[in-house]
């Protein structure tokens, strides 16, 4: 049987999902999927694997997802990051039978996918991409579909999603921000460009970005002519996004943890990370209770955390506090869940700009603060930095005596092969 493509992957097999739940590492496990089923989302994608590491590693693919087989998480979608043909098919090949359909990662930003060479950061190499896309779509039993990022430019970001399809493509998912939106410089998602996408590929579109309630997947729906929408952050504040609610912090945070409970075993670094997200603006009043969910080391610990959060803000509700008193400045009181919304930009940009101008101590980072302390004098203004005149062959600064133009190393070479003699390496 011809495994199916498309739209009709999407109908059949995915059910017409309109509400995606994100690939998020170390964030969307298994518990937190069947959490989020419970309260609306119709499709789930595991957290990125590492392709390389899934095929050398047993242990890794067990504890990731051979382990997390089950009956209620479906349909699921695995998500790999790879920049090998080779070793992705390998991967997905080792996966397929325990999923619907199979992710390349185009779309990560982070330093580490940079250092890896995997995510957004293989967004230039179209001809690799191709033929991991076209290899993965020839071998494997089910689809193969892929997250991006957009680039700036709306006909370069619809050539790429263009070449993607052709490639084999049979899903794909648009993140509309470009490679440098990320952390406080986020800044918003380009629905134009998912629009211009949805419009220009014969393949079903998921959008993200922006998405922070339920109204603004229906909009997101409306304005662009996908066939979903895809949460991350949004979903990791408030599971019940895709049901229009926002529930109280301690009913999904207990409703969770009893998941967890059901479906062991559950990394507990990703269960703290969890309630630090459903607790964050709670956690940003109680810091003593902020420290003590930070040391807990069993779950039965971060439950008894979460339940003395839970009768704190019952305290401040029978008191009247709270629902008046808003000087956070958050749209709900803070036991309610709602969405994140990231500081501007701004502090970000100072610290960016540090090199740009002599600022004060307290505003540098860290490593400079202590070149600073060692230094009182030390300036991280580039136009001030001393201007060194290059070694003609290797790029290093050239010796100052050297009357050859060379750094040390290559003035003594020189002076080996050539016997040539100058002052710079007379000792």
């Known amino acids: 049987m011809s495994k199916l493509q498309g739209f009709e992957f999407w109908r059949q097999t995915l059910k017409e999902a309109r ?51 089950c009956e209620e998480d479906r349909p699921l979608i695995t998500q790999f990051c790879a920049n090998d043909p080779e070793v992705f098919v390998q991967a997905a090949l080792l996966a397929q039978d325990y999923c619907d359909a199979i992710d ?49 430019d709306i006909e370069k970001t619809v050539h790429y999603a263009q070449m993607l399809e052709k490639a084999g493509c049979q899903l794909l998912t648009v993140h509309g921000r470009t490679k440098d939106q990320k952390g406080a410089m986020t800044g918003i998602a380009s629905w134009e460009h998912i629009k211009a996408v949805r419009k220009a590929v014969g393949i079903p579109v998921f959008a993200n970005g922006n998405i922070q309630h339920l109204s603004d997947v229906e909009r997101c729906i409306q304005e662009t002519g996908v066939q979903g929408v895809m ?65 807990v080391k069993t779950l039965e610990g971060l439950a008894d955390v979460s339940k003395q959060l839970r009768l704190r803000c019952q305290e401040e509700i029978a008191r009247g506090k709270g629902v008046e008193e808003k000087g956070s400045g958050l749209p709900l009181p803070h036991w309610i869940c ?27 980072s860290k490593n400079k ?31 100052n005596k050297c009357v050859f133009n060379l750094c040390r190393g290559c003035c003594k070479k020189k002076a080996y092969k050539e016997v040539a003699d100058c002052p710079n390496i007379i000792t």
Not at 19 to 44: K, N, T, Y
Not at 55 to 69: A, G, I, K, T, W
Not at 340 to 363: G, M
């Open 19 to 69: 509400f995606v739940v994100a690939p998020m590492v170390d964030q969307s496990e298994l518990a937190w999927r069947l959490l989020s089923r419970r309260h609306g989302a119709q499709l789930c994608y595991t957290p990125m694997f590492h392709a390389q590491v899934f095929v050398r590693d047993s242990n890794y693919r067990r504890e990731n997802l051979y382990n997390e087989v």
């Open 104 to 152: 390349l990662n185009l779309g990560c930003p982070q330093m580490i996918a940079k250092r890896g060479h995997y995510g957004v950061f293989l967004q230039d190499e179209w001809e690799l991409l191709e033929k991991m896309v076209r290899l993965a779509n020839e071998k494997l039993s089910v689809p193969i579909t892929c997250k991006i990022r957009v680039f700036k």
């Open 231 to 295: 949460s991350a952050e949004g979903n990791l504040h408030n599971p019940a996004l895709f049901e229009g609610r926002s529930p109280p912090v301690w009913e999904m945070a207990e409703e969770y943890l009893e998941v967890v409970k059901q479906h062991p075993p559950c990394t507990l670094s990703f269960v703290r990370a969890h309630l630090f997200k459903l607790w964050h603006h709670t956690l940003q009043i109680h810091q003593d209770l902020r420290e003590d969910l930070a040391k």
């Open 338 to 364: 709602q969405p994140y919304v990231r500081p501007a930009s701004k502090t970000v940009c100072q610290k960016r700009a540090l090199e740009d101008s002599d600022r004060t101590a307290d505003t540098l």
């Open 369 to 399: 603060q202590k070149k600073r302390s060692r230094n009182p004098n030390k300036n991280f203004c580039p136009e001030q930095k001393p201007k060194y005149i290059k070694c003609d062959q290797c790029g290093n600064p050239k010796g």
